[in-house]
Structure formats: structure tokens, C-alpha cells
């Protein structure tokens, strides 16, 4: 298993179009952008709605729950940030609520060798500080 | 078709010492590699009168220093002061290929006649993709915190969703890493020239980014290649037999940035240009007689054979088995050895050999009879570009 507790991660900066992603993990909660013209979700945030080109966008609270979509296990240590913990798995996730919105994360508490594309995942929440907590994931129920 | 087909052509061709460190400015190779260019086409460096390249340096981290970690249009304005420069660009969105294509549209507007278009590669001391930082910004925000640093990861992301909901077999891919090897030991430019690769050379190195192992990576080198690109009717005069442009193509697919692991960007970005150079050039794959397809991660030949209409989707591995890749097999691919055997020069270099396979000029890895010369000159996803080079105009 990866041991994350020596890794030091780049602490995220919001910005006016990612900030209510940060304030809703501050409060142990997901919330993607929506378009509220054609009901298509995006990951990362971006200024239009990168299916119907409207400006119309909110962010919604959605589930913790979803499939790897891809992922891979960083071998090479020369991120030194990320050096403690290596190998470990970076994973991609599709959630359940927002299918072709792909979120980045890490899957914890389980042997790198279990992250495969399909595995059920669920979100865990990982303060960084007072400002910033960080959405990862672990297995979940099949 | 295009109606400016075979109207612009490859002429000469150069290439500096490829070193693994820097141990000369960037700017020395990239003017060794443009003056063998011009010579090659037997030309005079006052004929030179535009200039076209891309000079970004894809390492994270280090200082963008011209002439040392990368060679502008204006380092090389001022190293060769071209008496009758009349025409020159630096492209953003489409890497290598894209300076090809705008030295194409100046020289069908009339606005030049001999265009030099050069690739300089540095190796910055210390770790490549050097990410020291503290804090994530802009669209690192949402991948730096999960350790996603440099490009190998978003590659190997996509290539995991590849080979699991395809149900294929990574070991495979040591066919195309030792195929490539072996066509390198036909180009003494090469980096790796004179060095083998085994299949268990392959299958025993270690891991970087599973599932890509370390020759499943180009190697991080410094170095230089350029073309001289003219129109076809000038280029009949000159030195070398010409390798006709027969068509060519951008990607059109739009990708959000941070957006990493979306196999279906690939192959939504491989086949919107290679539509385009399919349609302007008449041809299609299977009128391909030798292909070169970027490598700069072993999975990018992948996503490209597919998308570009070689092979279905989920057979590429399949598809390059059986001597299919060799110099006389049925599509000849990477015949240079690739940017895994000549370390990570970019695409100029995929291009390069496409117009001496379709002008014959390839020596002893040529491919016999080849006219047909097909180039994708990078990952399809962002920055790809696709060409078609033939030998005889039509």
C-alpha cells in the first residue's frame, strides 16, 4: 500500500471560476459545473459550456460514487513531492451524476494493484489546510 | 481534393549532433541542422528568404532562455542574418506540424520562395519535468495535487482505459519498441544508433508510468532537425528529388485544459486531421505505402493508427504484429526508428522521413517502391498535425 502521509501536494489556488468546487470539498460535499442550458457537466471548470457554448453555468452538488475511468501507477520518483508515496495510483474517475465530467484523484486505503478501469469508487475528503480539503477516493461496494 | 496539392515540397533536409546533455548553446545545433538543410538542397543561405518554427520547450520548470533552451525565429534572424528574408513565423497550437502548414500557406501566397522550418530540442540539467512548486494553479489545480506532473501520465491514464476496455495485452507493445530499435540501426543520427533493444531488454526494464515502462519514452535529448520546403516547381530545380505535399491536416477537437485521461479526445483529435488529409490528397490508409507516427510515448502510435483509419479501435497492437511495421512489411512504420530511437527531437523529424521515403532518398532503410508516405507528427490529442508526401506528383 502507498504510504501518502510523507507526501507533501500542491496546495490548489482557486480562482473565480473554481471556487465553489473548493468551498463545497470545504464542506465534505462535491459540486460540478452544470450547464443550465443543455444539462451537460464539465470537469475541470471552464467558462462556457464546452458542449452547447452557453454561459450559463452553476455549480450542483452531486455524488461521491463512481467508476475508474483510467488511472496510472507512477513509478518514477522524480516528482519528489510525490516520492514517499511511490508506486501509487493516479486515478481518473467518472461519477455517477456527472457522466464525461473526469475528475483527477488518488486512490487511498487500498494496494495500488487494485486500481482498474470499471472499480466502484467512493470520495473521502482530505483537509490540506484551513482553507483547502482535497476530494480523493477508495474502493467502494461493487 | 485539394487544389494545391503536390503544389509545395520537401527539398533538403538537416540534422545537428543529437547529444544526451547540452553541452553546446541550442542555437549551435539548430544553425548546424539549418545549414546542412540549405546545403542539402543546394542552395545558398542568401536564397533563404522565410523562416518557420516552434520553439517551445516541453520540460517543466526550467527557464525558456533563447539560444539556450530554445531557438526563436529571432535567435535565428539574428545567426543568420538572411539578406533576403521576406517571411517568417512561430506557431502556438500545433507544435512542429503546424510550422509546416503555415510555411506551406506562405509559399501558395507568394510571399516567399525557399522556407527553412527547424526543431531545436534542449535537455535542461536536472530533472526534466521539475516540479518544485508549493501551491496549483490555473488547470493544475485539479491534477498537480494527485501527483499528475508532466505529459507521460496524461498518455498512460488513456492508455490504461485503452488496454483494460479493450482487453489487451501491454507486453505487445515491446514489437513496436524493438521494431523501431532495429530501424534506428539504419540512421547513424539517431541517438540509440548502435545500441540494441530485446524483447526482454522491453519486458524486464522498469516501470515509469504504468503501463508505460522506460522504452516505452522517448529519451530526453539536444538536438536539431530542419527542412527546406519550397514550391514544387522551384524544388524541381534543385539538388534533391522533391518530396511532393500532397495534403495535409490539423486537429479540430477541442480539449479543455486539465481535462486528462479521455481516450476518446485522442482519437476525436487523430481523426479530425487525418479526415482532412485524407480528403485533400485523395488517398486513403490503404493507399498508404510507409507511415511515420509519433512516438514521443509508445501509446501515441497507438491512438494515431487508429484514429487516423489504419486499424479498428482496440487492434493497433494486434495490427503491427507479424512483421506488419518492418521495412517490407505491409506498412512500414517509424522507419527512422522513431523519437524512441532518435530520442525526443519532436515531430520535424517523423516529417523528415516522410519526404525522403516518398522521394527514395531514405537509403538502406528505404522502402522499396514507396510513393505513398503518410505522417502523423504528433499525439493527436492537442497538437496534432497530419501529412501526406508522395514521390510522384498527380
Known amino acids: 500500500m502507498s504510504d501518502w502521509s510523507k507526501v507533501t501536494r500542491p496546495i490548489p489556488v482557486p480562482d473565480e471560476w473554481t471556487k465553489p468546487f473548493w468551498d463545497a470539498a470545504k464542506r465534505e460535499s462535491l459540486a460540478l459545473q452544470r450547464c443550465q442550458s443543455c444539462g451537460h457537466f464539465q470537469h475541470p471548470p471552464y467558462p462556457t459550456c464546452v458542449n452547447c457554448m452557453s454561459i450559463d453555468l452553476k455549480f450542483e452538488a452531486v455524488g461521491g460514487t463512481g467508476t475508474i475511468y483510467a488511472y496510472t501507477i507512477m513509478y518514477h520518483d522524480g516528482d519528489k513531492r510525490f516520492a514517499s508515496a511511490v508506486p501509487c495510483a493516479s486515478i481518473i474517475v467518472e461519477l455517477d451524476d456527472a457522466p464525461g465530467a473526469l475528475m483527477a484523484g488518488n486512490l487511498l486505503d487500498a494496494p495500488y494493484t487494485e486500481a482498474k478501469v470499471g472499480r466502484r469508487v467512493e470520495v473521502v475528503f482530505e483537509p490540506l489546510n484551513d482553507d483547502i480539503t482535497l476530494p480523493l477516493f477508495r474502493l467502494a461496494a461493487e | 481534393m485539394w487544389e494545391n496539392r503536390c503544389k509545395v515540397a520537401v527539398s533538403g533536409v538537416g540534422y545537428s549532433k543529437v547529444s544526451r546533455s547540452a553541452d553546446i548553446p541550442l542555437a549551435a545545433h539548430a544553425l548546424e541542422a539549418v545549414k546542412e538543410a540549405v546545403a542539402d538542397s543546394g542552395l545558398e543561405m542568401s536564397d533563404i528568404d522565410g523562416l518557420s518554427t516552434y520553439p517551445e520547450l516541453p520540460a517543466t520548470g526550467h527557464a525558456e532562455v533563447d539560444g539556450i533552451s530554445v531557438v526563436s525565429v529571432n535567435c535565428m534572424m ?317
Open chain 2, 78 to 394: 539574428a545567426m543568420l542574418k538572411l539578406p533576403n528574408l521576406t517571411w517568417h513565423i512561430q506557431v502556438g497550437t500545433t507544435n512542429i506540424g503546424g510550422a509546416v502548414q503555415q510555411a506551406t500557406n506562405a509559399l501558395l501566397a507568394g510571399v516567399c520562395k525557399y522556407v527553412v522550418v527547424w526543431r531545436a530540442m534542449h535537455n535542461p540539467r536536472g530533472t526534466y519535468q521539475n516540479l518544485p512548486g508549493t501551491e496549483a494553479r490555473g488547470a493544475t489545480q485539479f491534477t498537480a495535487p494527485f501527483g499528475f506532473g508532466g505529459p507521460g501520465q496524461g498518455m498512460a491514464v488513456a492508455y490504461t482505459r485503452w488496454l483494460e476496455t479493450h482487453n489487451q495485452d501491454r507486453e505487445k507493445m515491446a514489437t513496436l519498441a524493438v521494431t523501431q530499435r532495429r530501424h534506428t540501426q539504419h540512421n547513424p543520427h539517431a541517438y540509440f544508433y548502435g545500441i540494441e533493444l530485446t524483447k526482454e531488454d522491453y519486458l524486464s526494464s522498469r516501470m515509469v508510468a504504468y503501463p508505460f515502462c522506460l522504452f516505452d519514452c522517448d529519451i530526453p535529448v539536444q538536438g536539431a532537425v530542419a527542412i527546406v520546403l519550397t514550391t514544387a516547381d522551384r524544388a524541381k530545380d534543385l539538388k534533391p528529388k522533391p518530396a511532393y505535399l500532397a495534403g495535409y491536416g490539423q486537429r479540430l477537437h477541442f480539449e479543455v485544459a486539465g481535462r486528462i485521461g479521455s481516450l476518446s479526445s485522442y482519437m476525436e483529435g487523430g481523426s479530425s486531421s487525418a479526415k482532412l488529409t485524407w480528403e485533400r490528397s485523395g488517398f486513403t490508409p490503404k493507399d498508404v505505402d510507409v507511415a511515420q507516427i509519433y512516438d514521443g510515448f509508445s501509446a501515441s502510435v497507438i491512438y494515431g493508427l487508429e484514429s487516423y483509419g489504419f486499424c479498428g479501435e482496440g487492434e493497433a497492437l494486434d495490427f503491427i504484429q507479424d512483421g506488419r511495421m518492418e521495412l517490407d512489411g505491409a506498412l512500414p512504420l517509424n522507419t527512422f526508428g522513431g523519437s524512441l530511437g532518435t530520442g525526443r527531437i519532436h515531430g520535424l523529424w517523423h516529417i523528415i522521413e516522410g519526404a525522403l521515403q516518398a522521394s527514395g532518398r531514405a537509403g538502406s532503410r528505404q522502402v522499396k517502391g514507396a510513393n505513398v508516405s503518410f505522417v502523423g507528427a504528433s499525439a493527436p490529442i492537442v497538437t496534432g498535425t497530419t501529412f501526406i508526401f508522395v514521390g510522384d506528383p498527380y
